[in-house]
């Protein structure tokens, strides 16, 4: 029984180690700075772009656009945190539709920057990223 008991706990260590996202990228914005991301797939190539404009009462607004496509999200630090884009549009049969996940972490009083996760998920390498902004 010992040996199953370490057994388990060693197989699920491992387990939780297994990211599922494909990339994962940092940014540390400030006001206004925009962070451009190209994204490349089969005959199509788009660019991806955020930018943060009010940080008030530990609520973050953020501005992004996508092949055309602008919206506006309110993210809160610890819960809400994060907003999804779609990279492809999804087939009938498709499931799996890589997408990436923004991340808002946490913002930086003195230095008055937001620092954001950026995270590719992409199980079939569908979608190829070259990140614009450093």
Do not use: C
């Not at 490349?40 to 008030?56: E, Q, V």
């Not at 549009?89 to 003195?110: A, H, I, N």
């Amino acid at each position: 029984m010992k040996r199953y008991f370490v057994f388990l706990l060693l197989s699920s260590g491992w387990y939780l180690h297994a990211a599922p996202w494909k990339e994962l990228k940092n940014f540390n914005l400030k006001k206004d700075q925009t962070a451009i991301v190209s994204v490349k797939t089969a005959g199509l190539d788009r660019n991806l772009s955020f930018r943060w404009t009010l940080y008030t009462d530990k609520a973050l607004v953020v501005h992004e656009k996508f092949d055309r496509i602008v919206g506006q999200h309110i993210l809160y630090e610890g819960h809400n945190d994060s907003f999804r884009k779609r990279l492809l549009p999804p087939k009938y049969s498709e499931t799996d539709v890589p997408y990436v996940l923004v991340v808002f972490k946490k913002y930086d009083e003195v230095n008055q920057t937001v620092q954001f996760d950026f995270l590719l998920f992409d199980k079939e390498t569908q979608v190829k990223l070259d990140y614009l902004t450093k």
